[in-house]
């Protein structure tokens, strides 16, 4: 498991899949649902595509050179003892629970600008467009979020002085409970849904219709649930099962990975954006 090698990753990402996998099988919450519902082939796509890409970029820019290389760019603006904590001192078990911490919390703000920026919503879009449910739905995102939430997530990582293990191990138990949060699952962990994201909280995150005075969203954890309950943006008022999912406006989304990934760069589509705002503003 401390080994962080591309295979290593990649069986870990193949064994956790189809673990999350049979237990939809055996006991789904949606009982209707297909096997293979709508968008599993498209998922699964989307999981060897990201996959890949998150080794070849993310990877190589956690590498132990890719860490000097930073360390030395901050060195250059006499950023060298940014490190408030000697975190080397702490137990392995201790460090671990600290980076995952963070970075989820990292990972939550950054959520939340997906949904906020209009820019950045255009990408995350793609997340969006799932209308069923299942676990590999966790990795239909825009390659860009990829780009956005590691550079974000790794910088105030690296200068505390974590490196590329625990942050193999840590991953890894973030696509654990982000497959059982994009799971066919009717599962909240009980008590324990207030610390863990969950599949009957996560739902809600992707419901089509949002309630009045959330026009940006609800239920941003990643793995925690915690930040949400935290500051205010937990949200779920009856079961979810059922809910329609999606967003305004997705009946034109395109459906396809190729016009998915270029829907976001696409002028049209911004200036389509644009026009319906300005009618929006004349109808006020
Ligand atoms: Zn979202
Ligand atoms: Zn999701």
Avoid: C
Avoid at 14 to 32: N, Y
Avoid at 72 to 84: E, H, P, T, V
């Amino acid at each position: 498991m401390s080994d962080p090698s591309w295979t290593n990753y990649f069986y870990w990402l193949i064994g956790l899949s189809l673990l999350v996998w049979v237990f939809e099988i055996l006991i789904p919450w949606r009982k209707d649902q297909k096997i293979f519902r709508k968008g599993f082939w498209l998922d699964t796509f989307y999981i060897l595509f990201n996959f890949f890409l998150f080794s070849l970029v993310g990877y190589n820019a956690l590498s132990n050179v890719g860490v000097a290389l930073f360390n030395d760019f901050l060195g250059l603006f006499g950023i060298q003892n940014i490190i408030a904590v000697e975190i080397q001192d702490f137990s392995e078990v201790s460090q671990l629970l600290i980076m995952f911490f963070i970075a989820d919390f990292i990972q939550w703000n950054v959520h939340r600008q997906l949904h906020k920026r209009a820019w950045l919503w255009e990408f995350h879009k793609v997340h969006h467009s799932i209308k069923e449910m299942g676990f590999a739905a966790q990795f239909r995102f825009h390659f860009m979020e990829t780009i956005v939430y590691k550079a974000i997530q790794y910088i105030p990582l690296a200068m505390i002085g974590f490196g590329i293990q625990q942050f193999f191990v840590v991953h890894m138990f973030a696509v654990f409970i982000g497959h059982l949060n994009h799971a066919n699952l009717g599962w909240n962990y009980g008590i324990f849904g207030y610390i863990f994201n969950n599949p009957k909280m996560h739902i809600w995150h992707h419901a089509k219709d949002l309630p009045e005075d959330r026009p940006h969203g609800m239920n941003f954890g990643l793995s925690l649930s915690i930040w949400d309950y935290i500051f205010g943006t937990a949200y779920i008022p009856v079961e979810g099962k059922n809910i329609e999912l999606g967003f305004e406006g997705d009946e034109d989304f395109p459906e396809g990975f190729r016009n998915q990934t270029l829907f976001p760069f696409k002028k049209e589509n911004k200036n389509q954006e644009s026009k319906n705002l300005k009618n929006e503003n004349k109808t006020i």
